[in-house]
C-alpha cells in the first residue's frame, strides 16, 4: 500500500471521529490532495472549535489563519474557513462553514484569541458580521470606505479612496482607478513564446540571455 493512500485512510479515520464525537456541530468531512477538510454547521462554529481545541484525541491549540471566500451564485455565497494546526499531533485541519449576507456567524475569539483581527479582515473584505466580536470594524479600508472589496461582485471604478500626498503635505480623496492591463511581449499563452536563444534568429529575448557566450 502506498504511503499516499495509508495517510488519507488516517485523515478519513480522523474525519470519521470527529464526526461522530462533534453531537451534530460538524456534519460532513472531506479528503483531497492529502489534507483534511471538515463541514460544520455556522450557528455551531464555537461548539465544534471548541471541540478540536479541547478534544483529548484532537488537540487543535493553533488557528493559523482564518478567510473568506466568495460565491455569489448560492443562496448562502460565503464560506468562512479556518485552518487549524496540531502541535502536540503533528496535524493540520481545515473547517469550512457557510452563511448568508445577513446573518451573523458566531465570533471565535473566546476560543481563539487570534482570530480578532482574522474576523475583522473578513468582514472589511466580504462583509460578514461576526456576532459577539469585541471590536468588529474595518482593519484594512480606509474610513468611511462602502462595499467589500473582496466580494465578487465589488465594481472595480466609482470609489473613493484616501491617501496621504508627500507633495501637498496632507490626506487627499481620490476616485478608485482601475489597473490597466500591460503590454506584455510575449505570444498567446496556449502557443508558448518562442524566445531568443544564441544562434537563433527568434524576436524574443529572455532577461539575462544577452549574457550568454554568442554561438559563432
Excluded at 12 to 37: C, K
Excluded at 40 to 55: E, N, Q, S
Excluded at 60 to 82: E, H, N, S, T
Excluded at 191 to 196: D, T
Amino acid at each position: 500500500m502506498s504511503t499516499w493512500r495509508i495517510a488519507d485512510d488516517a485523515l478519513t479515520d480522523l474525519g470519521e471521529r470527529i464526526v461522530a464525537n462533534s453531537g451534530g456541530a460538524i456534519a460532513s468531512f472531506s479528503v483531497a490532495f492529502g489534507e483534511l477538510t471538515v463541514h460544520a454547521l455556522a450557528h455551531r462554529i464555537v461548539d465544534a472549535l471548541t471541540l478540536l481545541r479541547d478534544g483529548a484525541e484532537f488537540q487543535f491549540q493553533q488557528l493559523i489563519d482564518l478567510a473568506g471566500a466568495d460565491y455569489p451564485q448560492r443562496p448562502k455565497r460565503f464560506d468562512v474557513v479556518y485552518h487549524l494546526m496540531s502541535y502536540t499531533k503533528n496535524r493540520r485541519l481545515r473547517v469550512k462553514i457557510e452563511t448568508d449576507e445577513d446573518t451573523p456567524v458566531p465570533s471565535i475569539v473566546g476560543v481563539y484569541p487570534a482570530a480578532d483581527w482574522f474576523e475583522r479582515e473578513a468582514f472589511d473584505m466580504y462583509g460578514v458580521f461576526f456576532e459577539g466580536h469585541p471590536d468588529l470594524r474595518r482593519i484594512l479600508t480606509d474610513y468611511g470606505f462602502h462595499g467589500h472589496p473582496m466580494r465578487k461582485d465589488f465594481p472595480m471604478t466609482g470609489y473613493v479612496e484616501v491617501r496621504y500626498d508627500d507633495e501637498l503635505k496632507r490626506v487627499i480623496y481620490e476616485p478608485v482607478k482601475s489597473v490597466e492591463f500591460r503590454n506584455w511581449d510575449f505570444l498567446s499563452p496556449w502557443e508558448g513564446a518562442e524566445y531568443a536563444r544564441p544562434g537563433q534568429g527568434y524576436p524574443y529575448q529572455l532577461p539575462g540571455d544577452e549574457k550568454a557566450e554568442k554561438a559563432p
